[in-house]
């Protein structure tokens, strides 16, 4: 089945980190751009960061710049977000998604919960 | 990455047509033709429906449309269904690597 599935959410305290992994299958991952999208409770979707096929290029929402990291592992066909200096105004369900040939979200995962609060 | 414009709130009744617009500048929007919509409804991962402006996925039925004029893009869902009742957001590439969402529009289905 082709689906995406993302874990290491929970709670976390003002100033911490995190690290949310996205399990990829029955697709070419590596084939694939990659992206981390979040809404927080009761608000719209956030584009918050995409990484190449191979890695070595990535960006990111000026709202997490410096603080977040996208990476992958394409032999494990996972996708990761390394979150830093966690604030409040974090909180979010972090979805992955993956970016097709017309630079759209084309298959998403179900989202993990990201709680930032003391 | 300024949020794009939605109107917070859309309604239509069973078989009537309802449009969403969108507005952003010539920096997103405006821009390119990379601009989708994607549905969502309460508790689900959001769903493609349409991409670059007016193209639609395998399996989006027909009712949904969309366009672009200038700024503002607009999606339209005609012969309104009960389950099209989602919240509905506009996103484009805006540059730079960088993508914008719009603030999201509620459809309900009176």
């Known amino acids: 089945e082709v689906q995406l599935v993302e874990s290491g959410g929970g709670l976390v305290q003002p100033g911490g980190s995190l690290r949310l992994s996205c399990a990829a299958s029955g697709f070419p991952f590596s084939t694939y751009w990659m992206h981390w999208v979040r809404q927080a409770p009761g608000r719209g979707l956030v584009w918050v960061s995409r990484?190449?096929?191979?890695?070595?290029?990535?960006s990111y929402a000026d709202s997490v710049k410096g603080r977040f990291t996208i990476s992958r592992d394409n032999a494990k066909n996972t996708l990761y977000l390394q979150m830093n200096s966690l604030r409040a105004d974090d909180t979010a369900v972090f979805y992955c998604?993956?970016?097709?040939?017309?630079?759209?979200?084309?298959?998403w995962g179900r989202g993990t919960l990201v709680t930032v609060s003391s | 990455q300024s949020a794009l414009t939605q109107p917070p709130s859309a309604s239509g009744s069973p078989g009537q047509s309802v449009t969403i617009s969108c507005t952003g500048t010539?920096?997103?929007?405006?821009?390119?033709?990379?601009v989708s919509w994607y549905q969502q409804h309460p508790g689900k991962a959001p769903k493609l429906i349409i991409y670059e402006v007016s193209k639609r996925p395998s399996g989006v039925p027909e009712r949904f449309s969309g366009s672009k004029s200038g700024n503002t893009a607009s999606l339209t869902v005609s012969g309104l269904q009960a389950e099209d009742e989602a919240d509905y957001y506009c996103?484009?590439?805006?540059?730079?690597?960088?993508?914008?969402f719009g603030g999201g529009t509620k459809l309900t289905v009176l």
């Open positions: 990484i190449s096929r191979d890695g070595s290029s990535t």
């Open positions: 010539s920096s997103d929007v405006g821009g390119y033709k990379y």
């Open positions: 998604a993956r970016e097709d040939g017309s630079q759209d979200f084309d298959l």
């Open positions: 996103r484009s590439y805006a540059g730079s690597s960088t993508w914008v």
